[in-house]
């Protein structure tokens, strides 16, 4: 990744400058966000980075391994990278505790288990232990046919389906050396913009009900439902919908959805609005947030983090900007950065990037072009279906392609796109036929959970879960 070289710096915007309040009438939001940063005392690393990282613990061992014998002691220490707090005194360690926190713990989705090392209340040692909710979808797409694929991998990061599915459908494409027509890309830059909404509102919804704004779980999830309608008046779900397929996407748009986007753009608008209200100014808030969980730009680098994580802590790197993908280059919007890679500003960054992604919807629904909404090779997509009962080709066509599946050649293939949480990326193994020989994925959650240690380690216990929050981890993505 490059700080400075990817995204044009008129093609950036400053997350805490955006969180205007129009309504408010003269007030500053940037030099309030100075104020605030001026009560709190904050203390953020350097740059320089200690790498690399020791030999990795057994996973699931019951006990954290003494420090000289542990390898990774010294990692999950916060020694061998950057600390964000400064330890008072020398520490004693005869007075420290292990604890589990999760996986049953609500706020850790009863599928992570963070073990605590604690001194009084202050974190010494942090060690994620994942593993709760195996899946085995990669393996599992082995025996899937590149039809049947989508209907897998949508079920990986369930907060982002639909960019699950461009993923996949991309990487498919890749290998048979195929363009979709422009309307279908228009279509899914449409629905994974607004899957991007989607899933930055639940993240709001549940950040702030596990730091104690119980408020922002209704009202989160009410704007989020405007969103599911949506979708379900697209394409029949309301989640894991199966949408975008290789080779365009299942259905046109249907009529009217025009009057659904200006309403859900409308709404979802207003609702941002009340939250930055609610939560921007509230002591409490602040108090929960700002210093809280930092991580620094070289850490990101490090540990492989992308998406609002990174950009928060100033990382300009957005994929559709440095690699663009299905025509989304042709739309304009700005890349929010953070400036202190807390808490807070991974706030302000994903309530600016519902703004942006709003956006670019509503570009896409002024300038959406006319034509067939997937390829027309009948042997890549179904035929129409007026056409099964009035062609024998046809009806064969469709029976091939549902039972046998795509017939891809021999190839590697690899394609990312910038899902809600960072670079979601696929890469894909064929020896020809119709299932792929193997699939991995590179999942952004795995990423933010595994630098969990750095964030967590000599901060309070009682900031473990607005730091864990903020990362916004799926573990459907990362126990895959």
């Not at 613990?57 to 002691?73: I, K, N, S, W």
């Not at 916060?78 to 999760?102: C, K, T």
Request: net charge negative; hydrophobic share 35%.
């Amino acid at each position: 990744m490059s700080d400075t070289t990817n995204i044009p710096d008129n093609e950036m915007i400053d997350a805490a400058a955006v969180a205007t309040d129009d309504s408010a009438g003269t007030h500053d939001r940037e030099s309030g966000e100075t104020r605030r940063r001026d009560i709190h005392t904050i203390w953020v690393s350097g740059t320089e980075e200690r790498y690399p990282f020791a030999a990795e613990t057994g996973e699931g061992a019951q006990e954290m391994l003494p420090a000289d014998v542990d390898p990774t002691a010294r990692l999950q220490g916060g020694i061998v990278v950057d600390d964000d707090y400064v330890s008072q005194g020398e520490d004693d360690p005869s007075e420290r505790q292990i604890i589990n926190m999760g996986p049953q713990h609500p706020s850790t989705h009863g599928v992570l288990r963070l073990q605590l090392e604690l001194e009084g209340e202050t974190i010494k040692r942090v060690k994620p232990i994942i593993g709760y909710l195996h899946t085995g979808m990669e393996k599992t797409a082995e025996t899937l046919n590149y039809a049947q694929g989508s209907t897998n991998v949508t079920r990986m990061d369930y907060l982002a389906p639909f960019n699950n599915e461009l993923t996949f459908s991309l990487t498919v494409e890749q290998l048979l050396g195929i363009d979709v027509p422009e309307r279908a890309q228009a279509i899914r830059v449409l629905m994974t913009e607004l899957d991007r909404v989607a899933s930055h509102l639940i993240w709001a919804a549940t950040q702030g009900m596990d730091i104690g704004a119980v408020s922002m779980m209704i009202y989160g999830w009410r704007e989020r439902e405007i969103c599911l309608d949506f979708f379900e008046t697209v394409t029949g779900l309301r989640m894991n919908h199966n949408y975008i397929r290789p080779g365009g996407v299942a259905a046109d748009l249907p009529d009217g959805w025009e009057d659904g986007v200006t309403n859900l753009i409308a709404k979802v608008s207003v609702g941002v609005d009340e939250y930055e209200e609610l939560l921007n100014d509230t002591s409490i808030f602040l108090d929960r947030t700002l210093g809280v969980g930092v991580i620094t730009p070289e850490e990101c680098k490090q540990y492989g983090i992308t998406g609002p994580i990174a950009r928060a802590s100033g990382v300009n790197w957005d994929l559709r900007k440095s690699a663009p993908y299905s025509g989304i280059d042709k739309y304009e919007f700005h890349v929010p950065l953070g400036r202190y890679g807390d808490v807070h500003d991974r706030w302000l960054v994903r309530m600016a990037e519902i703004r942006e992604s709003l956006k670019i919807v509503k570009q896409v629904m002024d300038t959406i072009p006319e034509g067939d909404y997937r390829h027309e090779d009948r042997k890549i997509t179904p035929p129409p279906r007026k056409r099964i009962d009035e062609s024998m080709e046809a009806l064969i066509h469709h029976f091939k392609l549902f039972t046998e599946g795509i017939l891809v050649p021999p190839g590697t293939a690899y394609q990312s796109v910038e899902g809600p949480r960072g670079e979601l990326g696929c890469l894909m193994v064929s020896k020809g036929g119709a299932r792929p020989w193997r699939m991995h994925w590179r999942a952004p959650s795995f990423a933010a959970v595994q630098a969990l240690p750095v964030m967590l380690t000599d901060s309070l216990v009682a900031d473990v879960i607005a730091s864990l929050a903020s990362s916004d981890p799926v573990l459907g993505d990362v126990d895959r």
